[in-house]
Nanobody
Framework: QVQVVESGGGLVQPGGSLGLSCAAS????????MGWHRQAPGKERELVAQ???????TYHDSAKGRFTISKNNPWNTVHLQMNSLKPEDTAAYYC??????????WGQGTQVTVSS
């Protein structure tokens, strides 16, 4: 089993930056991918960014060029650096861990609010 602890988030003005971190513990060798999803009120949860064990990266179209996901080595943490934030980035952000075999684990979520 794998557990995750999220950190970061908060309130930032439009155009500002925030970083989110997700630290995993447990059977780390079973992790295939880690990433961040977000869910705004009244909307479905969507993938923001994901990185795999072999460093393949996927971004939501709206995140390309503004957000960067990275991981440490040896791997237990991913970091999402969010720059040029927009009000439409406001959402609850959730860390997701995908294990080999497809099992997923979610963090409890952290709020990101972009507002002046």
């Amino acid at each position: 089993q794998v557990q995750v602890v999220e950190s970061g988030g908060g309130l930032v003005q439009p155009g500002g930056s925030l970083g989110l971190s997700c630290a995993a513990s447990g059977r780390l060798f079973t992790i295939y991918a880690m990433g961040w999803h977000r869910q705004a009120p009244g909307k479905e949860r969507e993938l923001v960014a994901q990185i795999t064990r072999d460093d393949r990266v996927t971004y939501h179209d709206s995140a390309k060029g503004r957000f960067t996901i990275s991981k440490n080595n040896p791997w237990n943490t991913v970091h999402l650096q969010m720059n040029s934030l927009k009000p439409e980035d406001t959402a609850a952000y959730y860390c997701q861990v995908v294990l080999f075999g497809g099992t997923t684990t979610w963090g409890q979520g952290t709020q990101v609010t972009v507002s002046s």
